[in-house]
């Protein structure tokens, strides 16, 4: 299976616990691997029989900066199925980072990783 990883997208975004993060706002930052089958678009160079990564991206970085969610639980999962949809694509995996967490005296990240397929 092939794949195409998209790093370091950093959005701003107001998912969180606590009621100043659904207010304030923090950046989050979204890793993904994105499998799918390349073979055709290797033949062919056309973008058709491959993942526009810009639509992915774009994807990301809305959901990111319009949801509202208690839990990044449910914001990764939110963005893992949302790019399951996406053409081709079989299995994603999702890091999803919140390089500042508002937790005292923790200079930290805090990160969660999921996988998902169809």
């Given at each position: 299976?092939?794949?195409?990883?998209?790093?370091?997208?950093?959005?701003?975004?107001?998912?969180?616990?606590?009621?100043?993060?659904?207010?304030?706002?923090?950046?989050?930052?979204?890793?993904?691997?994105?499998?799918?089958?390349?073979?055709?678009?290797?033949?062919?160079?056309?973008?058709?029989?491959?993942?526009?990564?810009?639509?992915?991206?774009?994807?990301?970085?809305?959901?990111?900066?319009?949801?509202?969610f208690l839990?990044?639980?449910?914001?990764?999962?939110t963005i893992?199925?949302?790019?399951?949809?996406?053409?081709?694509?079989?299995?994603?995996k999702l890091?999803?980072?919140?390089?500042?967490?508002?937790?005292?005296?923790?200079?930290?990240?805090?990160?969660?990783?999921?996988?998902?397929?169809?």
């Amino acid at each position: 299976m092939d794949s195409i990883q998209l790093t370091g997208i950093r959005c701003y975004g107001y998912t969180g616990y606590l009621p100043e993060e659904q207010v304030l706002g923090q950046w989050f930052e979204v890793d993904v691997t994105l499998w799918l089958d390349l073979s055709q678009a290797g033949k062919s160079d056309d973008i058709e029989h491959t993942l526009d990564y810009r639509s992915a991206i774009s994807m990301i970085q809305t959901l990111v900066k319009e949801s509202k969610f208690l839990l990044i639980e449910r914001l990764a999962d939110t963005i893992a199925q949302a790019l399951l949809q996406l053409p081709l694509v079989q299995k994603v995996k999702l890091q999803l980072s919140k390089p500042a967490a508002p937790i005292p005296d923790f200079g930290g990240r805090i990160t969660l990783e999921i996988t998902r397929t169809h």
